[in-house]
């Protein structure tokens, strides 16, 4: 990581610690808040890495988080940064806002759409967010915890 | 594949001859190999007879059953034997539907369309556990998978296996072959 990204970074991000790529597969964890997260992609993009992977956690119940984790990475030397961006909202949240980052990075956009069509995280001025994966007229989101949960289901033998 | 020496053109030899007799099959129908053959029947059974050795099946697979299903339309295992090898890239032209793999219920509007385009009479073979009933996928609230071919389609053969052997897909399209002919058809 050069320089002038770390002081950069340093400016939109909250907390940042480096990791070990060995144990982890990444070099470095940023923490962001919504309001920056624009910021944080085009420093990275603007330093010639490029937008990785955009992944969600259904952090809801423990830390009353829907929590964005945007990876970045350099292809010249392999240099990957997580960024964990959370989204505020407990279990009875309605809806989860986060701002687009398609207008950036032409790969975000069916990135977007597949946390939308999973977890319903809404990306607003996204051009077209509509289902991904599934049937067009789903009205659920499967990978959000208390989806499918069978209340008094017993585990199977072990 | 060798060459065919000469001990190898010997033991083929039998085999020639012996297409010239009569062969019976199991369910006591003559078959067409059997050079003195007369039918004297309704011309829906000749209809029926022609259509049973001339199954054309739509050329399109849904998940790894496909792979099997190729494999039995391939040299070794050669569909052709039976009439059902030529696969069709064209509903309007196909008239068996092989159901080869996972259902996903966003795949099942369009396989839906795909039976509506073959002209009747035709056929459907649930091939694999997932177009019998949802097979490993089938659980307690699931939302990806449709739980068996027969809730889009009228199903008339159904092949169990995970996935099934190329043989036993030859095995239900024989099976299917005794269905046409005895004229049993949902779809006319």
């Given at each position: 990581m050069s320089e002038s990204l770390a002081s950069t970074l340093a400016e939109y991000t909250t907390a940042s610690e480096q990791m070990d790529y060995a144990k982890t597969g990444i070099h470095a964890r940023h923490t962001a808040t919504l309001e920056h997260v624009l910021s944080v992609g085009k420093t990275f993009l603007d330093e010639g890495y490029i937008f990785e992977m955009l992944t969600c956690q259904d952090l809801r119940e423990k830390e009353e988080v829907m929590r964005l984790c945007y990876t970045f990475n350099a292809l010249d030397s392999v240099d990957r940064h997580l960024v964990h961006v959370d989204i505020a909202g407990g279990l009875d949240a309605e809806t989860f806002e986060a701002p687009t980052m398609s207008k950036l990075a032409g790969g975000a956009n069916w990135q977007e759409r597949e946390v939308f069509d999973m977890y319903g995280v809404t990306f607003t001025d996204h051009p077209e967010l509509e289902r991904l994966l599934l049937p067009e007229d789903a009205d659920f989101?499967?990978?959000?915890?208390?989806?499918?949960?069978?209340?008094?289901a017993e585990d199977a033998d072990e | 594949m060798g060459k065919v020496d000469k001990k190898d053109s010997k033991r083929l030899l039998p085999l020639v001859n012996r297409s010239a007799t009569p062969v019976v099959d199991p369910a006591g129908a003559e078959s067409i190999a059997d050079p003195a053959m007369v039918r004297l029947a309704m011309l829906d059974d000749l209809l029926n007879m022609g259509r049973a050795n001339s199954l054309w099946p739509l050329t399109f697979g849904l998940a790894c059953c496909a792979m099997e299903m190729m494999a039995a339309g391939?040299?070794?295992?050669?569909?052709d034997r039976f009439g059902a090898?030529?696969?069709?890239?064209?509903a309007r032209q196909a008239?068996?539907?092989?159901?080869?793999g996972t259902i996903s219920r966003k795949m099942a509007p369009v396989i839906r369309q795909l039976w509506d385009q073959m002209p009747g009479p035709k056929w459907a073979i649930a091939m694999g556990g997932c177009t019998i009933?949802?097979?490993?996928?089938?659980?307690?609230?699931?939302?990806?998978?449709?739980?068996?071919?027969d809730k889009i389609v009228p199903v008339d053969i159904y092949i169990p296996g995970c996935p099934p052997r190329p043989e036993a897909l030859i095995a239900g399209i024989l099976q299917l072959k005794e269905k046409v002919k005895a004229g049993r058809n949902f779809n006319p």
């Open positions: 989101f499967p990978l959000r915890k208390d989806f499918g949960r069978i209340e008094d | 391939a040299s070794k295992y050669d569909l090898g030529v696969f069709r890239p064209s008239d068996v539907m092989i159901l080869a009933d949802g097979g490993p996928f089938k659980y307690p609230n699931q939302y990806a998978i449709v739980e068996g071919a």
